[in-house]
């Protein structure tokens, strides 16, 4: 059974820095491309950033390029996505899934599998 857990959320202020941590089992680790997507009260679900584990390729969505960082360690199964200069704007239930892929026309990020974590909240103060 696949399974994804989230933590590292929390409250911080503008301008600060948090790591989120997506710890991952049920299935061999690089299978699937690891993805954050976030979704604030009242608006859609947004793909935030995706990891390719064979090639360490990487995606991120345009309001988050250069201020977040995706990686990943096989050896623990899991994926962190390094947030900083954090913006209110920010805020967002922020979940993990498996088996994220991006279209390079569009720069969409897709989700391909019903894996998804539990969430956790991010909330940043202004």
Known sequence: EVQLVESGGGLVRAGE?????????GFTFGDYAIGWYRQAPGKEREGVSCISSPDGSTY?????????????????????????????????????????????????LIQLYDYWG???QVTVSS
Not at 17 to 25: H, I, N
Not at 85 to 108: F, H, I, Q, R
Request: net charge positive.
């Open 17 to 25: 820095s948090l790591r989120l941590s997506c710890a991952t089992s």
């Open 60 to 108: 991120y969505a345009s309001s988050v390029k250069g201020r977040f960082t995706i990686s990943s360690d096989s050896a623990k199964n899991t994926v962190y996505l390094q947030m900083n200069s954090l913006k209110p704007e920010d805020t967002a239930v922020y979940y993990c899934a498996a088996g994220c892929s991006w279209d390079t026309s569009t720069m969409n």
């Open 118 to 120: 539990q969430g956790t």
